[in-house]
């Protein structure tokens, strides 16, 4: 619950610093940029030792890769039932 709590004490900031106008209109660009190259890689490091190899782990590592084989067969299935072809119309590939 404090999560919650936090993000939204940040969305109304941002929301209240954006109607000041104190942030650039480009912020945003600046502030994703910050999260994904600097913050989440620290993240990541941080926590990386604390975690336990097990077979829970598994599940996480398996998951993703399960869900894209069972889309592509499925999207597979679908073209060749509907008798797609490889070449679509509008393109010239």
Not at 72 to 87: D, P
């Amino acid at each position: 619950m404090q999560n919650i709590i936090l993000l939204l004490l940040c969305l109304i900031a941002g929301v209240l610093l954006r109607r000041s106008g104190r942030v650039p209109e480009n912020a945003h660009l600046a502030l994703n940029g910050f999260i994904i190259h600097v913050a989440l890689p620290a993240l990541v490091l941080t926590h990386i030792h604390n975690i336990h190899i097990n077979s829970e782990l598994l599940y996480s590592v398996a998951m993703p890769w399960l869900l894209f084989l069972m889309g592509a067969t499925l999207f597979s299935a679908t073209a060749r039932y509907l008798s797609f072809t490889r070449q679509q119309p509008g393109r010239s590939c």
